[in-house]
């Protein structure tokens, strides 16, 4: 794909949603940084239904690390992995208390430091957190970014750089955004929905799906 398709297409993700955000619900960077790290491998819906219960009494990581692992687990049953998110997330409220003064670190390294937390979860945070022009590559992202031509790659490392290189800088900021919501609710997995797609035009896909 060429430099004036990928400019084409950020500008129309633009033009049809100005101000882009995560759909996971949060009033507070520790509650993003919970919120992340509860929804590996778990909808977004499902973490915002817990949330909403577990923040309304646990949302500093004094209140949170005083739950429990297993108060902590009462919140969260419901989410996939619930018992490694507890166990992660209990530690991460320890190490923020000790050696963050209860704040989370706008950090990489100190970010990836933290239990359960890797690479996308870290650039989540700088992004939506801290403003930074990262781009978190999930399952989503990754398949639009190779179904469509915009950055392919062989994992998510690859395509991240790419995305990053390709990327003109004045859409980075939201790009990350922009890609999971038209992963999620138009060019998704199973059957993409290529004559709603604002950009099918400039979409490289060879098997474009057809009503």
Not at 143 to 159: M, Y
Request: with cysteine; hydrophobic share 35%.
């Amino acid at each position: 794909m060429n430099k004036d398709k990928r400019y084409q297409i950020f500008t129309r993700f633009r033009a049809n949603n100005l101000k882009p955000d995560t759909e996971l619900e949060y009033r507070s960077t520790f509650e993003l940084l919970i919120s992340v790290l509860l929804s590996a491998q778990a909808t977004d819906v499902s973490v915002n239904k817990a949330t909403k219960k577990l923040y309304a009494v646990a949302n500093t990581p004094q209140k949170m690390y005083a739950l429990g692992e297993e108060g902590l687990k009462k919140y969260i049953k419901t989410i996939g992995l619930f018992n490694s998110k507890a166990k992660n997330a209990i530690e991460t409220c320890r190490i923020l208390m000790e050696d963050h003064d209860s704040q989370v670190p706008g950090d990489r390294t100190a970010l990836e430091a933290l239990p359960g937390v890797g690479r996308k979860t870290a650039n989540v945070i700088l992004n939506t957190a801290f403003g930074h022009p990262t781009i978190a590559v999930d399952t989503h992202i990754f398949r639009v970014s190779n179904r469509t031509g915009i950055a392919p790659g062989k994992d998510v490392l690859q395509v991240e750089r790419k995305l990053l290189k390709f990327t003109d800088d004045e859409f980075k900021l939201d790009a990350h955004h922009w890609l999971i919501l038209h992963g999620r609710y138009t060019c998704i997995a199973r059957k993409p929905r290529c004559n709603s797609c604002i950009i099918e035009d400039l979409c490289e896909y060879k098997h474009k799906a057809v009503d």
